[in-house]
């Protein structure tokens, strides 16, 4: 179980190494994928800094968790995923549900549990 939880941790990781990356060096296109309209330069810097900077930070995060055998960094992306979750459902009651978003938001889910799951699992070295 504790190797599929670090394989499971590593791929979260990959993942959002892939779209911060994406986010800091395509952002018209992420955007585009993502039902975003940046306003200008101003936007575009927006788009790679905080969305970029905030995967990036996360797949740092696991990183780190896995590489030093702190599980404790992987609460740190359960909490930011965790709050991403919230502002899609806050949204879903708020704003309406539009089903195309559903996957993201299940998929945050996922990553909540398998990251917590993992903090639990993993014995600090």
């Given amino acids: ?16 190494l892939g779209l911060g990356l994406n986010f800091m060096f395509n952002p018209v ?13 101003v936007g575009l ?12 930070a996360s797949a740092m995060m696991l990183g780190v968790g896995l590489a030093r055998g702190q599980p404790l ?11 991403i979750a ?3 459902f806050l949204g879903f009651v708020i704003d309406g ?5 559903l996957p993201a938001f ?5 990553f909540v549990i398998v990251l917590v799951l993992a903090h639990r699992r993993t014995p600090p070295l």
Avoid: C, H, Y
């Fill in 1 to 16: 179980m504790q190797k599929l939880l670090t394989a499971l941790v590593a791929l979260i990781a990959l993942v959002m």
């Fill in 73 to 83: 960094w992987f609460l740190a992306v359960a909490v930011l995923m965790g709050s």
């Fill in 106 to 110: 299940l998929l945050e889910i996922v």
């Fill in 45 to 56: 810097n927006t788009i790679r800094g905080d969305l970029g900077g905030l995967f990036l």
């Fill in 29 to 41: 296109t992420m955007a585009a994928q993502f039902a975003l309209v940046p306003d200008g330069i």
């Fill in 97 to 101: 549900f539009a089903g195309n978003n």
């Fill in 86 to 88: 919230l502002g899609r």
